[in-house]
């Protein structure tokens, strides 16, 4: 553990702001004022943020449909991602994207996407900017467990290989592809094995740790830089709400819930090691929580009072303005 | 100027832009060849149809990007790279292959501008070949760009020779939109006057490919040589035929076409598509909402049959409208009272 304070800090921050901001969502969704599907990234709060602290804001990452905690990992605006979630005029994507489609291009977030396993070339496209121009720039795919089994996916870990692109693969393992778990999913039931088979570094670790997460995302970002190709990174999750928000999960126990929650908070967790090596102070770690529920309250109340996007926008956006 | 043919045209149109940006790139499959293969560090092939001959010599590794055989990735990652501020060249090399890459093009490429609210162009070409006529049999020469034209997102283009295909491969690499590219392999050896210097023909601007008074005949692509063709057997019947080229499916130039019907007051659509929800169906059912009150006819479509297409030859050649079926519908069409 090497990190600086102000690292450790930011670290805290962006995975408690998830955190935060997914138990208002669910709560919102509850009550019915999220107006599109919403699908909660709690529980799996240490991934996106220990692979988005070694980026840049010139590196990129593509999302899946539960993509708002790699939005929020990756530094975008809360308050205009809050409101493309609830369809604003003023959100992120003009409110045409939604949850499942939010992007936030200026921190170099190129989309969540509803297609499962369909980011995947994707990254592995804005990786060959290293190629044609000579830019730095790392490229990452988050991909959950079930779009591993996606034709797209092993075609980019094929391409990122055999181009030696800068892309890291990171595989978000929280046992369930919707509703079917990965024991019957997922052939061989080994992701990082079969990354392996395509001749990248791969890396398989408890994705409910910080500290497990960044380290190796350290490791395959500098790889990537010095023009070394791909890695994997498969990190075994826990998914703590249903696929959707609404998913009644009868295929859980209420057992697996509660140890999940009790054993794998990925927040506790990082407050135990950061408490204990005395590198934080708990007091500290307190007052961001309080200032980021405040924030998140504020965002949230923004974008319920702010206005849908005009009728008249229907048609827009489509081609490229006076083009067609 | 010189006499060039079709391919030749896209290839310098290709080059041309290579060298005056460098974001423009090439991405496919054996689009030099001989990768991998030993020793060798040619150009094998320049592409199997030699669409991309000449430019690994040129500008190299970096931006002629040989790939395996994987047109999702392909696809996908020349999207993903048109997001990010490049300008990709993607080749799927037979248009029947879209079938095992559409979700990155019709819910990646052409929705990127839409679903993130412009916060991104997707300035990308998908130059595929089209087309049936040379043997290819059932899966190597359809004709699917009324399915792209269906796509919102998505331009469209069919250039039917070599001036064509050079200006509107340069417009498309320098639209800000994905432009499908649709080469169609009966014309590669076609040769015409082009202009050596970079032009533009730009998308959704069709032509009048030869004026007249009776009828106007919309002919897409290869149809479009083969109308032209039949000029001399019109005259013979009397008839004064107005042909017109459209060469951008999408945006599509309506106005000259109605500015057309208008005169002539009838309507004849020569189109390589399927014949269910083909573009034609859907050029005749515009001029139905527009200019009715113009019309002296019934107008028609005129497509191969709805089957897939023959590889035998005398199959294929009954599969393809040909100049007997484009003379008798004109007659009957040009006669109607």
Redesign the interface.
């Given at each position: 553990m090497q990190l600086s304070r102000d690292k450790l800090l930011d670290a805290y921050t962006r995975m408690k702001k998830i955190r935060v901001f997914e138990e208002t969502m669910r709560d919102e969704f509850a009550k019915g004022t999220v107006p599109a599907f919403i699908h909660l990234y709690i529980g799996q709060e240490a991934i996106a943020t220990g692979i988005c602290i070694e980026l840049t804001d010139q590196d990129?990452i593509?999302s899946t449909h539960r993509g708002h905690g790699h939005c929020i990992a990756k530094n975008s605006n809360l308050e205009k991602m809050t409101m493309e979630i609830f369809c604003r005029a003023d959100?992120?994507?003009?409110?045409?994207?939604g949850s499942m489609?939010i992007?936030?291009?200026?921190v170099g977030m190129?989309?969540a996407?509803a297609?499962v396993g369909?980011n995947?070339?994707?990254?592995?496209?804005?990786a060959?900017?290293q190629?044609?121009?000579g830019e730095d720039l790392v490229?990452v795919a988050f991909i959950g467990d079930g779009a591993s089994n996606q034709?797209?996916v092993f075609?980019?870990m094929?391409?990122a290989s055999?181009?030696k692109l800068p892309v890291l693969f990171v595989f978000e393992n929280n046992g369930y592809a919707e509703f079917t778990g990965i024991d019957y999913h997922c052939g061989g039931g080994d992701i990082a094995g079969r990354a392996e088979g395509f001749g990248m570094p791969s890396y398989k670790l408890d994705g409910s740790d910080f500290f497990a997460v960044q380290e190796a995302a350290a490791e395959a970002v500098d790889r990537a830089r010095k023009g070394e190709g791909p890695s994997a990174i498969e990190c075994i999750a826990k998914r703590w709400y249903g696929h959707f928000e609404g998913d009644p999960q009868h295929y859980r126990t209420k057992e697996e819930l509660e140890t999940i929650r009790r054993d794998f908070d990925p927040l506790t967790i990082f407050r135990q090691k950061v408490e204990e090596a005395g590198l934080v102070d708990s007091k500290d770690l307190n007052l961001i929580d309080e200032d980021l529920l405040s924030q998140v309250t504020a965002a949230v109340e923004k974008a319920k009072n702010s206005p849908l996007p005009n009728v008249e926008e229907l048609t827009?956006?489509?081609?490229?303005k006076g083009?067609? | 100027m010189s006499i060039k043919t079709y391919r030749e045209s896209i290839i310098e149109a290709m080059i041309l832009e290579m060298k005056r940006d460098?974001?423009v790139?090439v991405?496919g499959e054996d689009i030099s060849g001989g990768r991998g293969c030993g020793d060798y560090e040619g150009e094998a092939a320049g592409g199997p149809m030699g669409l991309t001959q000449g430019l690994w010599d040129e500008f190299g590794a970096?931006?002629v990007?040989d790939?395996?055989i994987?047109e999702?990735?392909?696809?996908?990652?020349?999207?993903?790279?048109?997001?990010?501020?490049?300008r990709?060249i993607a080749e799927l090399m037979f248009s029947d292959f879209f079938g095992v890459c559409f979700?990155?093009i019709y819910?990646?490429a052409a929705k990127?501008?839409?679903?993130?609210?412009?916060?991104?162009?997707t300035p990308l070409v998908i130059r595929t070949m089209i087309g049936a006529g040379i043997g290819c049999g059932p899966q190597h020469s359809q004709s699917p760009y009324s399915i792209f034209a269906n796509i919102?997102?998505l331009?469209v283009v069919t250039p039917s020779n070599p001036y064509d295909a050079k200006g509107l491969l340069i417009a498309s690499i320098r639209?800000?939109?994905p432009v499908m590219f649709c080469e169609h392999k009966a014309l590669l050896g076609m040769e015409g006057e082009v202009p050596d210097d970079a032009y533009e023909v730009p998308?959704?601007k069709g032509k009048i490919i030869k004026e007249g008074n009776d009828i106007t005949i919309v002919a897409i692509g290869q149809m479009v040589g083969i109308t032209q063709s039949c000029v001399s057997k019109f005259e013979e019947k009397g008839i004064s035929a107005e042909i017109i080229d459209p060469r951008s499916l999408s945006?599509f130039d309506e106005e000259i076409v109605y500015d057309s019907v208008e005169k002539t007051g009838r309507l004849l659509v020569i189109d390589e598509s399927n014949p269910v929800c083909s573009f034609g169906s859907w050029i005749t059912s515009m001029v139905s909402d527009e200019v009715f009150s113009s019309l002296k006819a019934p107008t028609r479509v005129l497509t191969p049959p709805h089957c897939p297409v023959p590889a035998a030859p005398n199959l294929e050649a009954a599969y393809l409208p040909d100049l007997d079926r484009i003379v008798e519908a004109t007659d009957y069409l040009a006669n109607y009272s």
């Open positions: 990129t593509s959100g992120l994507c003009g409110g045409k994207g489609h992007a936030d291009l200026s190129l989309g996407n297609i369909a995947a070339p994707i990254a592995v496209g804005a060959l900017k190629r044609v121009l490229s034709g797209a075609e980019s094929n391409l055999v181009l827009t956006n489509v081609y490229e083009s067609y | 460098e974001k790139f991405i970096k931006r990007i790939t395996p994987s999702t990735a392909i696809m996908g990652a020349a999207a993903g790279a048109a997001l990010s501020g490049l990709p979700d990155q819910n990646q990127f501008r839409f679903m993130y609210g412009e916060q991104g162009a919102p997102g331009k639209d800000n939109d998308l959704g945006p």
